[in-house]
């Protein structure tokens, strides 16, 4: 926390993806560096996207080349600092014979997609012309292209209906979408930003030219207050609400709302390539390798009008993607192998486009100075751009503010993401000589969740005792202490959920033990207040 009367030089108002990138860059080019988030890290938006590095291969044909290319090239500038929480992934586009269709399924119609040029799916020429350009327009150096692959008597075939022959073959990329944002707010922290979860920001006035915000602890409802230069509204689906009620801009600028939702299911195949399903109503929908065990199916396109109301994967949402799975599958699913459910919110900037599908995934930064101190508000984004994001709000930043270094986090490593793009076997058989008692599916959980940090997640751990406690799926008192310790959680939700998916391994009874557990660890070592920032 800054020290009393100090003049912060940013307060950032957002713990999801660009808020937090945004501090880590400022924090890294010397800037002094306040971010308040009033729930968890990514506990909106930024844990429940479709969890990819990619260029967007659709957007093409929306013309947004600035934001494909852009997509394209950090790719993989990404994948070299967190090869631990991103990894390469071969997409499986299956060719049509048949190109058009001009009806639609009665929930298709219900939800109202359509594309804005043209009903049905691509034809051969178009995805063609979109995949050549998606190899090209990025300088791929570590990413295979694109091929055509033959689906009769293939592993990647044989899930689908026997009536798709070939299909294309491209490349993108995974990446776990809510670590990405607790490592960067543990990489600014490092660098010296303050970071206070669970803290809302319900006010902020100018004095003397610069900001005086009130900020409140939801869990203790104590108060205090901040000061600083400029504030950053990073708030995501709440930019909106923060721009008219906190600090009471006359910006005419309006967010759109847009949720997408997912289901999981049980696992449909067993590659480890992603489907990329065209719909007969023009959009597209993903079928990923999940958690091992499981199937990511996702995503769509709804206008959800009030931030206030949690999003939530609708009935009709379900059977849509269900519907839409089944015109691809040889053994068609059903509503009941849905094991779960996400939805977020995307707050796109309001271009004014006829529809959620067709609205911009680029982002834009506004700089408002209309009642003097400024305020840097950002709309949209994806989480792929999310670093040049953070970049470009620091051009802006620096054109109001001064001393603002160089930019400096391309090709800069993430905790735990010092080692090479293909070093996870050799890291995971180092934990395995290191640590015998690890299973290799124990010891890869690990790697994946905190790279080279696993060394000190196990440090001098010679049987799964010395790791205490066992909540089961791997997760041991040791591990569940680093992540209060060092990344900011506090309840079971953040574990299971947020750092992790074990959520999807943990019965109702294991996850009240675990918040029982951390409840007591945290009154032991004297509550909330030893516990903000992610200090214990």
């Not at 610069?210 to 600083?228: N, Y």
């Not at 993430?414 to 793009?421: I, L, N, S, T």
């Not at 076997?425 to 599916?441: G, Q, S």
């Not at 799926?473 to 040791?478: F, S």
Request: charged residues 25%.
């Amino acid at each position: 926390m800054a020290a009393k009367g100090e003049i912060r030089d940013l307060l950032v108002i957002g713990g999801g993806i660009n808020g937090c990138g945004i501090a880590r860059d400022a924090a890294g080019r010397g800037l002094s560096v306040t971010l308040a988030e009033m729930n968890d890290l990514a506990s909106a938006t930024s844990s429940a996207s479709t969890k990819l590095f990619h260029g967007g291969l659709r957007y093409l044909e929306y013309f947004e080349f600035r934001l494909v290319r852009e997509s394209l090239i950090e790719r993989e500038t990404l994948l070299r600092a967190m090869p631990h929480i991103s990894w390469p992934m071969r997409f499986v586009l299956p060719y049509h014979r048949e190109m058009r269709f001009e009806g639609e399924t009665p929930t298709s119609k219900l939800l109202g997609v359509t594309m804005p040029w043209m009903k049905g799916r691509r034809p051969a020429w178009l995805i063609r012309l979109g995949l050549a350009m998606y190899d090209n327009l990025g300088g791929r150096k570590i990413l295979p292209g694109t091929e055509t692959v033959q689906l009769q008597g293939t592993p990647e075939g044989k899930p689908l209906q026997d009536r798709f022959e070939r299909a294309f073959e491209y490349s993108d990329c995974w990446v776990e979408d809510a670590r990405l944002v607790v490592l960067n707010a543990r990489d600014a922290e490092a660098r010296g930003a303050t970071i206070l979860t669970r803290t809302k920001v319900v006010s902020a006035e100018q004095v003397d030219g610069h900001w005086r915000a009130k900020l409140e602890d939801v869990e203790t409802g104590a108060v205090s207050e901040v000061r600083a230069r400029m504030i950053v509204n990073a708030g995501g689906p709440w930019v909106g609400d923060i721009l008219r009620n906190t600090v009471r801009s006359n910006s005419r600028d309006g967010v759109r709302l847009v949720r997408g939702s997912h289901i999981v299911t049980k696992r449909l195949f067993d590659h480890d390539k992603c489907y990329f399903f065209q719909g007969t109503d023009g959009r597209i929908m993903f079928a990923i390798p999940y958690e091992t065990d499981f199937t990511l199916i996702g995503t769509t396109d709804q206008e959800h009008d009030d931030p206030s109301a949690a999003p939530v994967c609708t009935p009709e949402e379900q059977r849509y993607m269900v519907e839409f799975v089944n015109a691809y599958l040889k053994d068609p699913i059903s509503t009941d192998d849905i094991v779960w459910t996400y939805s977020g919110v995307r707050p796109l900037y309001d271009d004014g486009a006829s529809s959620a599908t067709a609205a911009t995934r680029d982002y834009v930064l506004k700089i408002e100075r209309d009642t003097g101190a400024p305020v840097l508000n950002v709309f949209g984004g994806k989480i792929t751009t999310y670093r040049r994001l953070a970049e470009h709000a620091l051009e802006k930043i620096s054109s109001v503010l001064d001393n603002v270094g160089g930019a400096w986090t391309a090709g800069v490593a993430m905790p735990g993401g010092d080692f090479p793009v293909d070093g996870v076997n050799d890291l995971v058989a180092e934990l395995r000589r290191n640590h015998p008692f690890l299973t290799d599916r124990w010891a890869l959980r690990l790697v994946r969740a905190y790279g080279t940090e696993a060394r000190e997640v196990l440090h001098g751990a010679k049987t799964a005792e010395d790791l205490g406690q066992d909540f089961g799926a791997t997760l041991t008192a040791r591990e569940v202490n680093w992540l209060m310790d060092a990344e900011y959680a506090f309840t079971a939700n953040d574990v299971l959920w947020r750092r992790s998916k074990l959520g999807l391994r943990l019965d109702a009874e294991a996850a009240a033990a675990l918040d029982t557990y951390m409840a007591e660890r945290r009154e032991t070592l004297g509550g909330r207040g030893e516990m903000i920032g992610g200090i214990a």
